[in-house]
């Protein structure tokens, strides 16, 4: 009875080792396959992260001619100031490409006018290459004359007289009074014309080889018309 019940326990036991050995198998199999899962499961989202963040050379490349051509027309811009000419584009009026007007590059002539009574009209003309300014009014000095004529202030123009190249100027010169206030005066047959800020003076050809002048005699600030100069 004794040695039943032994064999009995024996194996019971041998049963329980059986099916204990059994779970933990299972266990581990389990295990194996749920780390294999995560795994690959990992890679693949690794995977779709990865092309998702990347640039495809094809893009890349799209992408570097497209800076390539925004600096080309960068540089095109910078040049747009040159002209289709082949000049450098400056503004011949601009005032560092002016220059004054003096003896050395102009012209003179005086001639009486017919109207207002005892007029003289002066005509300059810019005889060089670029564009000269006629500031202030004329210094006239006649044969003979003891003093320059002081200028007629109303005449002053609001801006400074200036010639192209071939352009003319003008001035009107009172050269005497018709009521004889002005005294007797005298007749004078050449004429030389002062510019402001250089003290060379220019031959004027007088038109009409003399004229009568007394102690009347006005002359008017540089104009760049006839009309305006005469005050007509």
Known sequence: MRTRMLAAATVALAALSLTACGSEEKVRDEG???????????????????????????????????????????????????????????????????????????????????????????????TGSKLCDLPGYPILKFEGAQSVPPVIEDSKPQAVTSLKPGGKGYAAAILSAGDGSGGEGYTATSLQIGFQGSDRMADAALQGGDVHIDSKLRVSYWQSDSATALGS
Not at 36 to 52: H, I, N, V, Y
Request: proline share 7%; glycine share 14%.
């Open 32 to 126: 194996a396959a749920k780390s294999s899962q995560s795994t690959s499961e990992d890679a693949a989202a690794g995977s779709s992260s990865g092309s998702d963040d990347a640039t495809p050379s094809s893009d890349r490349t799209k992408t570097s001619g497209n800076g390539g051509d925004s600096g080309g027309s960068e540089g095109k811009g910078a040049n747009a100031g040159t002209g289709t000419d082949g000049t450098d584009g400056s503004d011949p009026d601009a005032p560092e490409n002016r220059v004054p007007c003096t003896a050395a590059n102009t012209s003179v002539t005086a001639a009486p006018v017919p109207r207002p009574l005892n007029y003289m009209l002066i005509t300059i003309t810019n």
